[in-house]
């Protein structure tokens, strides 16, 4: 597999949710190119990750997080996300709680590296200290929803080779039509034994992820409820061609001991103005 920057769950990201939702708008119908029943499943791979943040290069977005205890208890959350790409094509991300109070100003970075795992930080306003997030604590809840920091940490180059993608029977979801990929990590301490992909043979997202843990047993469930088109181009442009991407505006992830969490997409911004400044610890604590 060559140049791929995938983690076991980097087809989530319909993330970069920020990985959370951040980095799934569908890139172009991949029939341009050639029929898409004949690519193979690391072109699948490719084409369905081949696109910036939240689908282009940087933009901003609102998004509502509900979490549901296994209790039927809700908690919900307002996050603002920020994402681009750097120079060298490495993309950097921040989370910020808005609401409610007791969680507002507490703020996620992750920092993507070529040749390494991502940095990671969090900044908590009561402790007003920015904490880097080892890699041993990857497997921990995100804020006690249902996904994890190891959701939000894509491979680096240097470890394509420790991730194997195989093509299986395609397969619907909602109706639609999809390919099948089961994704199996080869790294140690991995909190997935496998993922398997459904991804919509036309725009080329995932709609369905499924986790299971290193014995075979189901962890948990993604499903995009929602694709929304969006013109991600500036209204003074001149460009046409490719305007228009597929976002994930309705999101659930449900665990096999029947919790959940559901993420909407409120509001985007493709042509936010952000620079480096908007990504270092000192924009975590403003």
Not at 64 to 78: F, W
Not at 89 to 117: E, N, R
Not at 243 to 264: F, I, N, W, Y
Request: aromatic share 4%; with cysteine.
């Amino acid at each position: 597999m060559q140049r791929r920057r995938i983690a076991v769950s980097s087809l989530v990201s319909l993330a970069a949710l920020v990985g959370l939702v951040l980095t799934a708008p569908a890139a172009r119908a991949a029939g341009k190119d050639r029929l898409t029943a004949e690519l193979s499943a690391e072109e699948i791979v490719d084409k369905a990750l081949n696109r910036g943040a939240v689908g282009f290069q940087q933009g901003t977005a609102t998004l509502k997080m509900t979490i549901v205890t296994t209790k039927g208890d809700a908690k919900e959350r307002t996050l603002e996300i920020s994402a681009m790409k750097d120079g060298d094509g490495m993309l950097k991300s921040m989370v910020k709680f808005s609401k409610p109070a007791d969680v507002s100003g507490t703020a996620f970075l992750v920092v993507q590296k070529k040749d390494a795992l991502p940095d990671q930080y969090v900044y908590v306003p009561k402790a007003k200290v920015v904490r880097r997030i080892a890699a041993g604590n990857a497997t921990s809840t995100f804020f006690g929803s249902d996904f994890t920091y190891a959701d939000l940490m894509p491979l680096p180059v240097s470890e394509k080779d420790k991730v194997a993608v195989q093509k299986l029977e395609d397969g619907t979801v909602g109706g639609q039509a999809v390919f099948v990929l089961q994704v199996t990590p080869k790294v140690e301490g991995s909190p997935y034994g496998r993922v398997v992909a459904h991804v919509h043979k036309e725009l080329l997202v995932p709609l369905k992820i499924e986790f299971f843990d290193p014995q075979g047993q189901p962890l948990k469930s993604l499903l995009v409820r929602k694709l929304q088109k969006i013109n991600i181009c500036p209204e003074n442009s001149k460009k046409k061609d490719g305007c228009d991407q597929h976002v994930p505006m309705e999101v659930e992830m449900k665990a096999a001991v029947g919790s959940r969490t559901e993420l909407v997409l409120e509001k985007v911004d493709p042509n936010a103005k952000l620079t480096e400044a908007d990504f270092t610890e000192e924009a975590m604590q403003r």
